[in-house]
């Protein structure tokens, strides 16, 4: 009998898991077209389950036209086992265009090597989870539910939530940024965000001047739409002015790209006289800045530094991209793009035509625990904690590593370049071995054979006994490696 | 003084009340640098709140730099009140590409009339908010907060959530598709998903014949990237044969995309025997075709129709578009691309490359909903609900609309061709001034030349009151146009 092998589990709702079993029997063909189903009654009895469940699942698939019951007589299975099909194969790797060949060729998920359970991970630039107040936050979700309830289910809008945009403008506007004639966007995090922007605002061969290192993904990004990077020297101020007079001058780039309050990888800060210089230089040749604000937030130093685009009073040279989730709750995707009013009415359309809008949950749930002063708890919180990680963390590097210099002074990452042209890849590779993983540094760099030598330490994540195991690890290697 | 003129409200945290009180005052020049801050006591005093608020709030400026306390002499404002500024001003008008101007130029929210409080609607094709059985989904939510916790808070997976992506498989198996060697990718709902495919699998120039009409943002997304679209007539069947064969022979299509379940905007679903001939000829070509699910769930009648995807096999040939929550819950936008695994491992990155992944919070908490049983009992309710409006809405036409015909048979919308070439945008802004608003027809034409005398009838959200008075007024408005 049908019935005979099914065994009911808890985790899911019991007519749901008699439905499954008549179709499952209908496909493999244990179920012919025509055949007798068992009675509701024989049914509950055999799986000792109630008669309402039975009922429920054969009026389900009574009205999904797959079995018949006929009065008096029994309930039929209506339909055949087995659908016709008639398979056809298709090349999809000559269909897929180059874009797509780039971001899955540029995917480091994909093609670095990946984390494995038990090993000591300096990959990762996340935040520890443990650290979130995750009462503060059940508690938001539970307000944006209770006072939004239905309309958080319907529709939104794609420029985002009414409340979280007035929030942000507030944010820029502590941050000394005038918000005349701007407007916001909200998106699926920084990502999203500039995603947007260059596919909005770029034509294949246009040139964009960016940091060097600078973050992966954007790097990434902007290989997939086909743009020239040209990357520029840093020093621990910021940008080489020189080179980027040169470059700003000579190859009319579209556009700068810059993370001046807390470079990836490098964690380099602009200084407040050369963020200045630089904005002053991309002014002289009228360039648009595309300014990342990551993680603002988290500087350990208690000196603030405003962001360019608070340089730009009312003018409209600077688009900022925003994004605290990153370092709050990165799953929560939720970024913001700050910019020209007009500018943001054209790219809300684009929005609409890639994603319609930003989940409303996530945004309404992020308000209200931005709103209850829960954030800046946390970054209080968390400050100190990951200060004392750094701290530890260049104990060890002191310790064991030979280095021509590490930067970055208040984030998850630092960023290490190795004495003597020391291949961190190698270095990669033994550590692995030994259970440790990094991240090399020749990702972050337009050209992969630039910053051979280097490599991103992330320790958000990481115990304080596995930091002092791991950077040890790393430093015999180097030896082995002739250091 | 600085804080006689602050008001402080119950909405907000009053320390962050207080902190922006003294930002204000500093960018407006009433607090100049240096200038001293009355105590925390006397500020406690005069606005009778909590001591504690106000040094959270003296603390949190301190830690920003913004005030020094100097221990026994009092606290100072550390900053100037104006940040030195350098306009300019960027033309993006003229560096914005074809890609954004086009998704602006076809965005109808911004286009067309739109929606003022108080008007019959019956543009919309929402769902009713008032339908949405919110205790199951508060339910669900608290469910996959206490399974998931800080999970849902950190970085996820690009594809999706586990659980939610087995659950679509199950869901697919149920339509009896076969799922060997095929893959999910969870997007941000149709549109993104559709994004993702034409982005990563078109060129410029490339052909697509689609359905005539067919759904607005599936037209301008193809657009926006430049493709020629070749509309294909429908008769109440489905795609008419013949043209579809000749279009396959002579325009070389890239994809064909279809919406055999429920077109929108017609209503129109294509026939069990119609959809294997079509089925057949697209495979003949050997030209893949990309179906969209749109609305298979809400059908009043009681014989499911297989996806087309349920022919293939275990071939590749269609790649599948689903989204349960449009008629659900639209705003928690979720879909999912179903197709060969290789393909799905390309796209994969894509999806990396563009929003990194979809909110993980909409994602359980879906999941969870779905797995309750509560979606079915949802969709059994309202389909009761809305064939009765249905049903209004045709004695409603058939008394007042002089129409060639009308088509639609179990959604949240129909569609109505007028007599004698009525122009429906005429129309509309007869009815427009009446306090009535429909969907003009010529949006779902890739021409907009075509359908001037269709428009479409979106009813899910309109009082049954409102489905009566509406349809006269617009019948009484076709008289004038000389019906």
Redesign the interface.
Known sequence: MIFSNLEINK???I??QIE?HI?DGI?KGELKKNSKLPSTREVSKLLNISRNSVISAYE?L?????ITTKRGIGTFVSIEGE????????D??S???E???T??K??I??SELPYKKGMISFKSI??E??L?N?DD??RS?LDA?NFE????????Y?KGYKPLIDYFF?YM??K?V?VNNKDILIT??F??AF?III?????PGDVILCEKPTHN?AL??MK?YGLKIIQIDMDKEGLNLEQLNKNLRDCVP?FGYLIPSYNNPTGIVTKTERR?EI??LF?KY?V?IIEDGFNEELLYS???I?PIA????????VIYIGSLSKI??????IGWIFA?E??I???E??K???????????QS?FYYYL???AF?RYV?NVRKYYRDKYNLVMNMINKYIPYEYVTGEGGLHIFIKLKNNINSRKLLDLCYNDGVIFMPGDIFYEDQNHGLDTFRIGFGRVSDEDIVKGIKIIGDNLKLLGT
């Open positions: 985790d899911e709702a007519y749901l499954k179709l496909n389900e009574e009205s999904k036209g797959i659908t016709e099909s008639y398979e056809y194969t298709v999809f790797t269909k897929l265009n874009y797509a060949y971001l899955r540029l995917d998920i994909k996340s935040p989870s443990d979130f995750l936050f059940k979700l539910w309830e239905s309309n958080l289910l319907n529709y939104g794609a507030d506007k502590d000394r005038k699926n995090g990502t999203e995603d596919g909005s605002l770029t034509k993904t990434k990004i997939s579209k200045k904005y002053k002014r009228s648009p208690s000196s603030p405003e608070s340089l730009c009073g009312d003018g409209n040279g709050l709750f990165p799953g929560l995707r020209d007009k500018l009415d054209i790219l359309s684009v609409r035509g890639k994603t319609i809008h930003s989940s409303f949950l996530d749930a709103k209850s002063g800046n209080k």
